[in-house]
């Protein structure tokens, strides 16, 4: 799974977070994934957990978030990185049980 997504300055994630200096929090990048994940699977799945999850630079509005995601070796277990321009941003692993819908 693929996906690209762009914050612009005025996104309510940049609201506040920080003044003068606007960054990406990471609970905006981890939601992104969250979010691609349940987008194309085709099973309601609910949320369970993260680890190893390291963010490595910081994001600003306008820069382009590249989401790549492979299935883990357990069922609803996915790896996960987002780059900008080639570069590591955040990494980790999401997991997610099924849904009982």
Request: hydrophobic fraction near 35%; charged fraction near 25%.
């Amino acid at each position: 799974m693929n996906s690209s997504i762009t914050y612009d300055k005025n996104s309510h994630w940049f609201s506040g977070h920080f003044p003068g200096r606007p960054i990406l929090p990471g609970v905006a990048q981890l939601k992104a994934v969250l979010d691609c994940i349940i987008a194309t699977e085709k099973e309601p799945l609910t949320f369970s957990g993260l680890s190893r999850v390291k963010f490595k630079r910081i994001v600003a509005p306008d820069e382009q978030l590249d989401i790549h995601i492979t299935r883990g070796n357990e069922k609803h277990h996915y790896m996960f990185t987002i780059t900008s321009d080639n570069e590591d941003v955040c990494s980790g692993r999401i997991l997610f049980t099924r849904s009982p819908h």
